[in-house]
T-cell receptor, first 115, second 113 residues
Framework: GAGVSQTPSNKVTEKGKYVELRCDPI?????LYWYRQSLGQGPEFLIY????????DSGLPNDRFFAVRPEGSVSTLKIQRTERGDSAVYLC?????????????FGPGTRLLVL | SQQGEEDPQALSIQEGENATMNCSYK?????LQWYRQNSGRGLVHLIL?????REKHSGRLRVTLDTSKKSSSLLITASRAADTASYFC?????????????FGQGTELSVKP
C-alpha cells in the first residue's frame, strides 16, 4: 500500500510569509507525528495527534507554528511569519495507534527554505 | 532539544567489514529504536529494543541496550555499499506514553566498494 506522502517536496518562501505543509498518513493509521530536521542534525519532535486531537504539542517552538488534523487523516502544519531559522526538512510520520512501541513510518519530508 | 549522542559522527569502512555505531541517552526510556536515512530525506525504521531487553537481532543487524549505562550500539555485519546512509538512534521517553521519539544526531556511514 501507499506510504506516508508529503506535499510539497520543496517550498521556497520569503521571510514573513505564511506556509502550509501537508501530510497524508498511511490509510488507517490513527497516530500522526511531525518532526523537524535541521541540516546535520537528527529529527526534532514537534507534535503528535491521536485521531483529530493534538495529544502532545510540546515540541512546537513558538506560537507561529500550528498543526491541524480536522478529520483524523490528513494533517497540515502551518507556519506564520516565517523566519530564516525555520528553514529545515519537515518530516511527517504515522503509526497504527499512538503507543510507545509502535513503529513510525516516515514520509519523504518537505524541504522548507526561507529566504 | 535532542537527548541522544551518537558516536562516531562519521564512519568509513570497506565493503564486507562490520560497522558499529554507539548511542547514549540521558533520561529513562521505554524503548530505543534505530532508523536509517538516505540523502537527508525519509527515515526507515530498522529495529526496536525494549527497555527490558538487552540484545536483539534482525538479519545483519545486532542491537544491544545497557540501561544502566544509558547506551546502545548498532552493529551491521558484512556491510555493503548499499548500507551507506545516516543512522539515528531514537528513544521513547518513559514519561511519555505516546509515540514521541527523541533522536540523536546520527552517524554517517560510508561503505566503500
Amino acid at each position: 500500500g501507499a506510504g506516508v506522502s508529503q506535499t510539497p517536496s520543496n517550498k521556497v518562501t520569503e521571510k514573513g510569509k505564511y506556509v502550509e505543509l501537508r501530510c497524508d498518513p498511511i490509510s488507517g493509521h490513527t497516530a500522526l507525528y511531525w518532526y523537524r530536521q535541521s541540516l546535520g542534525q537528527g529529527p526534532e519532535f514537534l507534535i503528535y495527534f491521536q485521531g483529530t486531537g493534538a495529544a502532545d504539542d510540546s515540541g512546537l517552538p513558538n506560537d507561529r507554528f500550528f498543526a491541524v488534523r480536522p478529520e483524523g487523516s490528513v494533517s497540515t502544519l502551518k507556519i506564520q511569519r516565517t523566519e530564516r531559522g525555520d528553514s529545515a526538512v519537515y518530516l511527517c510520520a504515522s503509526s497504527t495507534v499512538l503507543a510507545p512501541q509502535e513503529t513510525q513510518y516516515f514520509g519523504p519530508g518537505t524541504r522548507l527554505l526561507v529566504l | 532539544s535532542q537527548q541522544g549522542e551518537e558516536d562516531p559522527q562519521a564512519l568509513s569502512i570497506q565493503e564486507g567489514e562490520n560497522a558499529t555505531m554507539n548511542c547514549s541517552y540521558k533520561t529513562s526510556i521505554n524503548n530505543l529504536q534505530w532508523y536509517r536515512q538516505n540523502s537527508g530525506r525519509g527515515l526507515v525504521h530498522l529495529i526496536l529494543i525494549r527497555s527490558n531487553e538487552r540484545e536483539k537481532h534482525s538479519g545483519r543487524l545486532r542491537v544491544t541496550l545497557d540501561t544502566s549505562k544509558k547506551s546502545s550500539s548498532l552493529l551491521i555485519t558484512a556491510s555493503r555499499a548499499a548500507d551507506t546512509a545516516s543512522y539515528f538512534c531514537a528513544t521513547g521517553p518513559i514519561y511519555n506514553q505516546g509515540g514521541k521519539l527523541i533522536f540523536g544526531q546520527g552517524t554517517e556511514l560510508s561503505v566503500k566498494p
